[in-house]
């Protein structure tokens, strides 16, 4: 776990919980490999014609990207725009 705010690849957002627009190139590294698996799914699993198993296949794949934001990082709260 990074101990040091600049450490993170994911920064909190500023209102809100959750996690904003990565700042590092690790964390778009990740959000770039994130944006090519969903369009892979869109081009093998053809989601009109299969729709639970893309869903699943999205649902997944977003849940990967959670943990790693999660794991890399600042920890989430509710932010009230101080801090």
């Excluded at 920064?11 to 964390?27: D, E, I, M, T």
């Excluded at 869109?42 to 990207?65: C, D, E, K, M, N």
Aim: include cysteine.
């Amino acid at each position: 776990m990074p101990t040091n705010s600049n450490e993170y690849w994911f920064p909190a957002k500023r209102y809100g919980w959750g996690w904003g627009l990565p700042s590092r190139w690790q964390g778009w590294v990740v959000l770039t490999i994130y944006a090519v698996l969903l369009a892979a799914g869109i081009v093998g699993l053809h989601p009109g014609r299969t729709q639970s198993s893309f869903a699943l296949y999205v649902l997944g794949v977003t849940a990967l990207l959670v943990l790693v934001c999660w794991w890399k990082g600042e920890p989430p709260r509710w932010r009230w725009g101080r801090d």
